[in-house]
């Protein structure tokens, strides 16, 4: 009703053009109402919450956006599947229109139909990195490459600084970020993100601009230690995305700020938190986001399609299978690997950089080595919640004394990170009023600490040898994969609405026992995927998507999982090096 009569009187505004209208809750009813306008309208619709997040559209949502009562049973088909044959819808239908549409708050939900009478527009919410300066060409090119998806008209960023402050949190301290005179930048805070506004202007609008158009102010600022700087804050700009991507126990950014992480324990369970913070409208913690358990394991990513839960993943581990999914040990060596490359190319910068006291040139190194630093937090962490999911499902001490060694060794990583920060940043740096969303990361090691004084407490009760004596890459070690085989994949131009469509893989090497299965679904995030086996001829492999399924106004977006006996899988397309890809593919109809 309070929208029926605003709208009514909108045609009355002749000076008005269009209308933007947030996507949160928007129902047809209301879409109906906009379209009577008689204004040109769109919607805007957020870009992995109220997150940066990869450069690509969510393949999935969290389970928990589905809406109460009506999650998915699973996420997809497991590789243990003894049907081998058939369609299988996977899990319930899981988002039916409720009067919340609560899996509109945070994607394009529903609403890429191809005969939708508005614009599409996304933004990108500064809840991942907003003090840290980032700057990768190959993400900024991919968020050009995602602006026009199916028909999307484009990208809208908040400035990163947006809440700093937040409800007048900001009031006594400012908003200064840095401590020492020589690095503070008072009203021009917003210049230390100069060149990600650069990258961000030109790849988001042509995402094969001419490098020059950014290498140039970098050969200006950092003189021959331009292509150093530049690979080293490609690389660590990549760790805060990626972080988002692997471990989601929020999807607020008023809630999970990655960028200054507050610990998800590995030890607590579904104790219930009290919320000093809610006359305030503030939860306790993040919490109030996730499912219980309420633990490191338990953490959903944020697209759960292809990415493992670790607790998942330990299950699957005890039952010697897996699916193609990115698992905890891939994102802890993927997280090495940013880290490595980070701290290498800000050596090699520091070694030819004109005068490495100047101020630009330290702030950027400090970022450089906190999102480093970062990348080995996480990259232990994970592997310590491994093995303590598996010692948690059987028992053994010598899983736990792992997960403790490995969980002191994350410690140690973000001491690092508090080193890097503390003679740098302000120790209280204000997004809100709750201890989540302020302060500084030396904040950080009381919670650290006393999960890992738990988890020692255990070990100490259940020392190594006792029960299963296998150590954990004694459980991986039947799970390793061998290299990835390459699949060869034509692109369909397009397709018939209502008729059969054939989707066709290749791989060259032929083998009797490996099985390629078809992951489907609508671009519509309230839909759930389908799977089915597909039929091996020769190297070639196709699966048809029936007419009754493309008879509907949204595109068809799909990628492969190929699996072996041996209990090998493998996504495709998957992850690129960078990433900075698309991990599945899309098809639209014929116009």
């Known amino acids: 009703l309070f929208w029926k009569t605003v709208l009514s009187r909108i045609p009355e505004a002749e000076h008005l053009r269009d209308i933007d209208f947030h996507s949160k809750g928007v129902t047809d009813e209301l879409l109906e109402i906009l379209t009577g306008t008689g204004k040109a309208f769109n919607l805007s619709t957020k870009f992995w919450a109220e997150h940066m997040g990869l450069p690509y559209h969510q393949a999935s949502i969290r389970k928990r956006e589905f809406g109460k009562g009506r999650q998915p049973t699973v996420a997809f088909q497991p590789a243990s599947d003894a049907t081998g044959t058939g369609h299988h819808e996977t899990g319930v239908r899981g988002m039916e229109i409720t009067h919340k549409r609560s899996f509109t708050r945070y994607g394009y939900a529903d609403f890429l139909r191809d005969d939708r009478p508005y614009a599409i527009v996304h933004r990108v919410w500064p809840g991942t990195q907003r003090i840290l300066t980032w700057g990768d060409p190959h993400m900024a090119a991919g968020i050009g490459r995602a602006a026009g998806f199916c028909g999307s008209a484009g990208f809208e960023w908040f400035e990163p600084l947006s809440f700093k402050g937040k409800k007048g949190s900001g009031v006594p301290g400012g908003r200064e970020l840095y401590e020492p005179e020589a690095l503070r930048l008072g009203t021009r805070d917003w210049t230390k993100f100069r060149y990600t506004y650069r990258l961000w202007g030109r790849l988001a609008y042509n995402p094969e601009a001419n490098p020059e158009s950014w290498r140039r102010w970098l050969r200006a600022t950092y003189g021959n230690a331009a292509a150093a700087?530049?690979?080293?804050?490609?690389?660590?700009?990549?760790?805060?995305?990626?972080?988002?991507?692997?471990?989601?126990?929020?999807?607020?950014?008023?809630?999970?700020?990655?960028?200054?992480?507050?610990?998800?324990?590995?030890?607590?369970?579904?104790?219930?938190?009290?919320?000093?913070?809610?006359?305030?409208?503030?939860?306790?913690?993040?919490?109030?986001?996730?499912?219980?358990?309420?633990?490191?394991?338990?953490?959903?990513?944020?697209?759960?399609?292809?990415?493992?839960?670790?607790?998942?993943?330990?299950?699957?581990?005890?039952?010697?299978?897996?699916?193609?999914?990115?698992?905890?040990?891939?994102?802890?060596?993927?997280?090495?690997?940013?880290?490595?490359?980070?701290?290498?190319?800000?050596?090699?910068?520091?070694?030819?950089?004109?005068?490495?006291?100047?101020?630009?040139?330290?702030?950027?190194?400090?970022?450089?080595?906190?999102?480093?630093?970062?990348?080995?937090?996480?990259?232990?962490?994970?592997?310590?919640?491994?093995?303590?999911?598996?010692?948690?499902?059987?028992?053994?001490?010598?899983?736990?004394?792992?997960?403790?060694?490995?969980?002191?060794?994350?410690?140690?990583?973000?001491?690092?990170?508090?080193?890097?920060?503390?003679?740098?940043?302000?120790?209280?740096?204000?997004?809100?009023?709750?201890?989540?969303?302020?302060?500084?990361?030396?904040?950080?090691?009381?919670?650290?600490?006393?999960?890992?004084?738990?988890?020692?407490?255990?070990?100490?009760?259940?020392?190594?040898?006792?029960?299963?004596?296998?150590?954990?890459?004694?459980?991986?070690?039947?799970?390793?994969?061998?290299?990835?085989?390459?699949?060869?994949?034509?692109?369909?131009?397009?397709?018939?609405?209502?008729?059969?469509?054939?989707?066709?893989?290749?791989?060259?090497?032929?083998?009797?026992?490996?099985?390629?299965?078809?992951?489907?679904?609508?671009?519509?995030?309230?839909?759930?995927?389908?799977?089915?086996?597909?039929?091996?001829?020769?190297t070639s492999y196709t699966a048809t998507i029936v007419g009754e399924y493309t008879d509907s106004p949204y595109p068809l977006q799909y990628f492969f999982e190929i699996r072996t006996e041996a209990g090998d899988a493998w996504m495709v397309p998957g992850y690129a090096q960078d990433l900075s890809n698309q991990p599945y593919y899309v098809i639209q109809a014929e116009k």
């Open 229 to 538: 700087v530049e690979q080293a804050l490609g690389s660590a700009s990549r760790v805060l995305p990626f972080v988002l991507l692997t471990h989601a126990p929020s999807v607020a950014n008023n809630v999970y700020w990655p960028e200054m992480y507050t610990n998800i324990p590995l030890v607590r369970g579904s104790d219930t938190v009290e919320n000093p913070y809610a006359r305030e409208g503030w939860s306790a913690n993040a919490d109030f986001d996730m499912e219980p358990p309420y633990n490191f394991g338990n953490t959903s990513p944020l697209d759960p399609v292809l990415v493992y839960k670790v607790n998942e993943f330990a299950e699957d581990v005890l039952q010697g299978r897996r699916t193609g999914r990115l698992s905890p040990m891939e994102i802890a060596e993927r997280m090495d690997a940013l880290a490595d490359e980070a701290e290498r190319a800000l050596a090699e910068a520091e070694s030819n950089v004109p005068d490495t006291t100047d101020p630009d040139f330290r702030r950027l190194a400090a970022d450089v080595r906190i999102q480093a630093g970062t990348g080995r937090f996480f990259a232990r962490k994970f592997r310590a919640a491994l093995a303590y999911c598996l010692y948690e499902k059987n028992g053994s001490g010598t899983l736990l004394a792992e997960a403790a060694s490995l969980y002191r060794s994350a410690r140690d990583a973000w001491t690092g990170v508090v080193e890097a920060s503390e003679s740098v940043y302000k120790n209280d740096i204000t997004f809100g009023y709750p201890p989540y969303t302020r302060g500084h990361w030396a904040d950080r090691i009381a919670d650290i600490d006393a999960d890992l004084a738990a988890v020692e407490a255990l070990a100490a009760q259940h020392p190594a040898g006792e029960g299963d004596t296998r150590t954990l890459a004694d459980w991986l070690a039947p799970l390793t994969r061998g290299p990835r085989p390459e699949l060869q994949h034509l692109l369909l131009a397009g397709y018939v609405k209502g008729q059969p469509v054939e989707i066709q893989a290749d791989i060259a090497e032929g083998d009797s026992t490996r099985q390629v299965w078809l992951h489907y679904r609508h671009v519509d995030q309230s839909d759930l995927y389908r799977t089915v086996k597909m039929t091996k001829a020769g």
